[in-house]
Structures are given as structure tokens and as C-alpha cells.
């Protein structure tokens, strides 16, 4: 992608339509990752005790988001290169982080682990070989192939997610299988926006994928979290006021 040529400005009117509204979702989507971290932190205490590791989960995700969206506004603004590698670093490290709270959430003991490996090993490879395909010229056949390869470990999350999965979010308690169910569309379609995002390189369009993985960041990371959490308050009402917490058709 071509790098900016010059500093942008405070002054959104001195930059481009186009550059000012992705610096401006920049600075968005830093104060909204960091007011989810404090917001996941301040209510962890007031959900059931074997869920607040969920919660943790939820704000190391939009806290490690915070620090990297911070640093790639820092590079947008001083005319450098798009912030494709610190995107990276961040997914390598929060994507994963976002999968294990599906084992988190179902309580599976000893045979949550099996899913928490598969859908952490199936998460790093894909993220590596997207950005393998990412620093590959654009179009070409290690771009193409390494791309395929990354959709490929992304449609076998979603497998997981879904059929192996199934079963044991069908069995959980209403309030946590309903969270899950929006959890894996998020994933389903919420994660379909980065390939897409991707394929914009072949048409040079470089802001608008920084647009879209800004307002997909946010809503994959903050509403993620939300989601479980809701699912998590849910319950704990339910288990307060003795109403059953599992379906009964």
C-alpha cells in the first residue's frame, strides 16, 4: 500500500476528506477499547466468580487493542506507512484471546482444553498467513496462495465453532447459549469483513480498509465482550431470583 507523503494535521480540514475520517477512526476506536477496558474491569467484581475470568479475557483484549491503536494513530499521523504490522501484532494477540472465552463461557472443565488448543493454534496460523500474504506482492501467487491458506484456518474456526462446539452450547444454560450463538456470528460475519478488507488492496484502496478494520475492530472486540458479558449477568439474575437458567424444550 503507498504510504502517506506528508504529516497529517489536527486541523481535519487541512487533510483529504478521506484521510481525515481514518484518522478520526483512529482516535475512535483507542478511547473506545480503552473505555471498554475499564468499563470490563470496573464490572468484573459483580458477575458470578467462575465467570470473571471472562471478563478479564474481554478487557486484555480491548486493552492490548487500546496500546496498539494508540501507536498505529501515531504512524498514520507522521505520514509513514498504513500500520500494517501492528494490525498483525494485535490480532496475534487478541484473536485468540477472543476464541478461548467460548471454552471460558461453556465451563468445560478438562475437555474445554482440547477446544481452547484447536481454536488458539487454528487462530495464530491463520493470522500468520494472512500477514505472510499481506507482505507478498500484491496479486501474486504466494499473495493468493497464503490468503486461501488464512480463509481456509478461518472457515475451520467457524467449524469449530459451530460443530464441534455445538452440542455443549446447546446444553449450556439459556443465557450463556444465547450469548454464545451472537458470539459465533460475530465470528461468522463479523471476521468476514478482514478477507473482504483484504481483497481492497487489489484496487489500491488502502483508507478504506484501514476504515473497515477500524469499525470492525471495535464492534468485534467491545461488542464481543459485551455479549458475554450480558450472557454472564443474565444467568447470575436468573440463579438470584431461582428462575431455571436451562431451556426446557
Known amino acids: 500500500?503507498?504510504?502517506?507523503?506528508a504529516k497529517l494535521s489536527m486541523d481535519f480540514a487541512a487533510n483529504t476528506p478521506?484521510?481525515?475520517?481514518?484518522?478520526?477512526?483512529?482516535f475512535a476506536a483507542t478511547v473506545a477499547m480503552g473505555a471498554a477496558t475499564v468499563y470490563f474491569l470496573y464490572e468484573r467484581s459483580g458477575v458470578p466468580a467462575r465467570y470473571q475470568g471472562?471478563?478479564?479475557?474481554?478487557?486484555?483484549?480491548?486493552?492490548?487493542?487500546?496500546?496498539?491503536?494508540?501507536?498505529?494513530?501515531e504512524q498514520y499521523m507522521v505520514g509513514g506507512t498504513f500500520p500494517t504490522a501492528l494490525r498483525y501484532v494485535d490480532w496475534l494477540f487478541t484473536t485468540p484471546l477472543l476464541l478461548i472465552k467460548f471454552p471460558l463461557l461453556l465451563q468445560l472443565g478438562t475437555r474445554g482444553k482440547k477446544f481452547f488448543l484447536q481454536l488458539v493454534v487454528l487462530d495464530?496460523?491463520?493470522?500468520?498467513?494472512?500477514?505472510?500474504?499481506?507482505?507478498?506482492?500484491?496479486g501474486g501467487s504466494t499473495w493468493w496462495l497464503f490468503f486461501s491458506v488464512a480463509c481456509a484456518f478461518e472457515l475451520l474456526i467457524v467449524a469449530v465453532l459451530f460443530l464441534s462446539l455445538g452440542g455443549a452450547i446447546r446444553s449450556a444454560p439459556a443465557p450463556i447459549a444465547d450469548a454464545l450463538r451472537t458470539m459465533r456470528l460475530f465470528i461468522l460475519i463479523g471476521w468476514a469483513i478482514y478477507p473482504i478488507g483484504f481483497l481492497l488492496a487489489l484496487l489500491g484502496a488502502g483508507e478504506y480498509r484501514?476504515?473497515?478494520?477500524?469499525?470492525?475492530?471495535v464492534i468485534n472486540k467491545v461488542g464481543f465482550g459485551l455479549v458475554a458479558y450480558a450472557g454472564v449477568k443474565a444467568l447470575a439474575y436468573k440463579?438470584?431470583?431461582?428462575?431455571?437458567s436451562y431451556r426446557t424444550a
Open 210 to 217: 484501514e476504515i473497515a478494520y477500524n469499525i470492525a475492530d
Open 1 to 5: 500500500m503507498p504510504p502517506l507523503l
Open 239 to 244: 440463579e438470584e431470583v431461582g428462575t431455571p
Open 54 to 73: 471472562v471478563m478479564t479475557v474481554a478487557a486484555l483484549v480491548t486493552g492490548i487493542a487500546c496500546f496498539h491503536y494508540f501507536k498505529m494513530t
Open 124 to 138: 495464530v496460523a491463520m493470522v500468520v498467513t494472512a500477514f505472510i500474504a499481506e507482505t507478498s506482492p500484491i
Open 18 to 26: 478521506i484521510q481525515s475520517v481514518t484518522l478520526y477512526l483512529f
